[in-house]
């Protein structure tokens, strides 16, 4: 693949134990390197505890040295925890698209950081902000929430805010996700073809 030797694209993925946030860097990581990228990927944070904070780091490129995003080179965060956001707007400059899901999960003895309390911050960081219920419409059109972040992996594709196309990433969740959730993991990623027209009023 030929692209500019000086392409990259950072994202990092922020969220709790157990939203499958391991499942969407296999996939991001088995697209990227299907189309010739070189690829970098990093997990930080409390990945065996269950409801634990978790941030994960993909890079990939003509050529990445490092797995970590540097302090303001993050071309999108996902999060798939509304307030786990703030955490990673570290990662943020003008141009950073952040999609986030429209979901909180308390934490035991901490107050919960309200919605417009978070958009007021990250409104001061960048204009690129899309929060979706996607626990919400996967609940309600797949009886399951726990794929909302393939759901939102989809939308990403579905409105070219990564430069992955669909068929790329339908070939990696067909490569990285077992047989019996397989067809789950698919209805999931296609349902944003239906269900969300995003844009930035979102917010």
Not at 68 to 75: D, G, R, Y
Not at 83 to 105: C, D
């Amino acid at each position: 693949m030929k692209t500019n030797k000086n392409f990259e694209f950072n994202i990092v993925i922020v969220g709790t134990g157990g939203q499958g946030l391991l499942t969407l860097l296999e996939i991001l990581s088995d697209a990227a390197l299907n189309k010739g990228y070189d690829v970098k990927t990093s997990e930080l944070h409390g990945l065996s505890q269950r409801g634990g904070s978790v941030e994960v780091h993909i890079r990939f490129g003509e050529e990445i040295f490092s797995p970590l995003v540097p302090q303001t080179k993050a071309n999108l965060i996902l999060a798939l925890e509304t307030q786990e956001t703030l955490k990673a707007s570290y990662f943020a400059n003008p141009e950073t698209v952040f999609l986030i899901n429209k979901y909180l999960i308390p934490i035991s003895d901490q107050k919960v950081v309200s919605e417009d309390e978070i958009l007021k911050v990250l409104k001061k960081l960048s204009k690129n902000i899309f929060l979706v219920p996607a626990n919400e419409i996967c609940k309600k059109e797949l009886g399951n929430e726990v794929v909302a972040g393939v759901y939102l992996l989809g939308l990403a594709v579905l409105k070219n805010l990564l430069p992955l196309k669909s068929d790329t990433i339908l070939k990696a969740i067909k490569n990285k996700i077992p047989e019996k959730y397989l067809e789950l993991n698919l209805k999931a990623f296609n349902l944003s073809k239906t269900t969300q027209s995003l844009n930035p009023s979102t917010v």
